[in-house]
């Protein structure tokens, strides 16, 4: 993952085909990878309603990305064989989800249905 460097702006960033066309290098060749590696990707709505229980999965999914790819499980994920996600990729999984057009629960959620 970490050969493969994400080109978006503003406009190529909130489209999935973009992102899947990043991803086209399930047998990479850099030393010490394994043969069969490759991306995962999360597919998920785009708006999120509050429920009355106060759950919003927005909010429960980026809870979830925080420990996987802060400090908190970095030893769990390496102890198990897993590689840590590449800050350029990292950054632009934020700034999508933060992003306030676009991004899950922005603006363009207005109007849909089950939008916040």
């Not at 991306?39 to 709505?45: G, H, K, N, Q, V």
């Amino acid at each position: 993952m970490s050969t493969v460097i994400p080109q978006f702006d503003s406009t190529s960033r909130p489209n999935p085909l973009t992102w899947s066309l990043h991803g086209v290098n399930p047998n990479p060749v850099v030393a010490g990878s394994y043969p069969i590696s490759g991306f995962s990707w999360i597919e998920m709505y785009q708006c999120y309603k509050t429920h009355a229980n106060g759950n919003n999965a927005f909010i429960w999914f980026k809870g979830f990305l925080d420990y996987v790819y802060g400090s908190g499980s970095q030893a769990i994920m390496n102890d198990n064989g897993f590689a840590q996600v590449p800050a350029v990729w990292q950054g632009e999984i934020y700034t999508l989800l933060n992003d306030p057009a676009n991004g899950l629960n922005g603006s363009s959620c207005s109007g849909k249905v089950g939008a916040y």
